[in-house]
């Protein structure tokens, strides 16, 4: 089965950089589109970015501009490049895969923007 694992999250101040990887197994990676989520406690989860099979990419409007989603499938991993991060992007983020088979998620990093 699928498993996700997230890594690059941690503590920045604002207007910082971070780059959130997630690194994928168990499953056809290069044929499935793969998403970002982020939740903070007592709001609903919400999605940030998504990127096709193909490569096309949408995102929220709260982060148009700042935020790119990419993916290498060599690798297996999609990345989260998030610049000028804003206290408002603090949150758990979540790496999503959605398939025929199942709906899996990542355990989570947490992001904190503060001074």
């Known amino acids: 089965q699928v498993q996700l694992v997230e890594s690059g999250g941690g503590l920045v101040q604002p207007g910082g950089s971070l780059r959130l990887s997630c690194a994928a197994s168990?499953?056809?990676?290069?044929?499935?589109?793969m998403y970002w989520y982020r939740q903070n406690p007592g709001k609903q989860r919400e999605l940030v970015a998504a990127i096709t099979a193909g490569g096309s990419t949408s995102y929220a409007d709260s982060v148009k501009g700042r935020f790119t989603i990419s993916r290498d499938n060599a690798k297996t991993t999609v990345y989260l490049q998030m610049n000028s991060l804003k206290s408002e992007d603090t949150a758990v983020y979540y790496c999503r895969w959605r398939d025929g088979k199942g709906d899996y998620w990542g355990q989570g990093t947490q992001v904190t923007v503060s001074s």
């Open positions: 168990g499953g056809i990676f290069s044929s499935n589109s």
